[in-house]
T-cell receptor, first 113, second 114 residues
Framework: AQKITQTQPGMFVQEKEAVTLDCTYD???????LFWYKQPSSGEMIFLIYQGSYDQQNATEGRYSLNFQKARKSANLVISASQLGDSAMYFCAMRSGNEKLTFGTGTRLTIIP | DSGVTQTPKHLITATGQRVTLRCSPRSGDLSVYWYQQSLDQGLQFLIQYYNGEERAKGNILERFSAQQFPDLHSELNLSSLELGDSALYFCASTLGGGLVYGYTFGSGTRLTVV
């Protein structure tokens, strides 16, 4: 069975600082994909970044990067130079086996001015 | 606009009633997924359809059913509603067929059962 663990229920970070959101996963499937989504207070799910299990390099998308450590089964999201608009819930998710996504419980990030 | 359209955005109904949530996937996407997000259960996968056929089933109650129509839009039917069914219901779509493509989410339908 697939499982995603996010151990940080909430984080407070000063504006302009970098922040790392933790995510560990468990799967026996050699082929899988890892996703991060942002959910602001308005409720929509916004795709941030994707990492495939066979990708040799860590994924990056603007201020977002994914610190992928395959042996440790971790896929942490790094947000550089945080902004007030980054305040939101962040979900790590995994696709393996069949096509559905399995989500973690999320981390609520609050950026402090 | 993500390209996935969900209607209605908000729904308030009484216990025991039946509602239908609608989802139009992004153009070209063949797979539709339904998720339920509640405070106590988090994001739970309900069901997936691919090109009109049920592909996978998750934690979907027997009171809930879904279908995908020939034009690829999907409907989630919730019946005999209970207070605990109050949640945000998301639809997501992807090209599907085993290929690794992004999952695009709609903005959700917020269901409140009173």
């Amino acid at each position: 069975a697939q499982k995603i663990t996010q151990t940080q229920p909430g984080m407070f970070v000063q504006e302009k600082e970098a922040v790392t959101l933790d995510c560990t996963y468990d799967t026996s499937d050699p082929s899988y994909g890892l996703f991060w989504y942002k959910q602001p207070s308005s409720g929509e799910m916004i795709f941030l970044i994707y990492q495939g299990s066979y990708d040799q390099q860590n994924a990056t998308e603007g201020r977002y990067s994914l610190n992928f450590q395959k042996a440790r089964k971790s896929a942490n999201l790094v947000i550089s130079a945080s902004q007030l608009g980054d305040s939101a819930m962040y979900f790590c998710a995994m696709r393996s086996g069949n096509e559905k996504l399995t989500f973690g419980t999320g981390t609520r990030l609050t950026i402090i001015p | 606009d993500s390209g996935v359209t969900q209607t209605p955005k908000h729904l308030i109904t009484a216990t025991g009633q039946r509602v239908t949530l609608r989802c139009s996937p992004r153009s070209g996407d063949l797979s539709v997924y339904w998720y339920q997000q509640s405070l106590d259960q988090g994001l739970q996968f309900l069901i997936q359809y691919y090109n009109g056929e049920e592909r996978a089933k998750g934690n979907i109650l027997e009171r809930f059913s879904a279908q995908q129509f020939p034009d690829l839009h999907s409907e989630l039917n919730l019946s005999s509603l209970e207070l605990g069914d109050s949640a945000l219901y998301f639809c997501a779509s992807t090209l599907g067929g085993g290929l690794v493509y992004g999952y695009t989410f709609g903005s959700g339908t917020r269901l409140t059962v009173v």
